[in-house]
């Protein structure tokens, strides 16, 4: 089995997605995505806690969602978790299976 991690977030898009390219030209989106829980309380529902999730998309598939994808936009992500290392409350989802 191997030792890689699978997620996928539902949310919505904090910021209209930025299009840029690396020094060898290759092409990756940068999202935000705002996840809010749901939490039933005596029979009604309310929002609970948000958490913000930064995605990077890569290669053709960044070009299409920097093209169709604005601020709001509810979106379904999957890929990998990775916590950046020295920051324990931030998270980052990094999408896009052709990631390169």
Known sequence: MAADNQTTIA???VE???????????????LRVA?????????????????FFKVNV???QAE??????????????????RQQLGDPGRREAVGGGDRG
């Open 16 to 30: 209209t997605p930025e299009l840029r390219f690396t020094n060898t030209g290759t092409p990756v989106t940068n």
């Open 35 to 51: 996840v809010t829980q749901r939490i039933q309380h005596d029979g009604e529902w309310r929002d609970g806690e948000t958490s």
């Open 11 to 13: 949310g919505n898009l």
């Open 64 to 81: 299409h969602l920097a093209d169709s994808l604005a601020k709001g936009d509810r979106v379904m992500v999957t890929g990998r978790l």
């Open 58 to 60: 890569w290669r053709g």
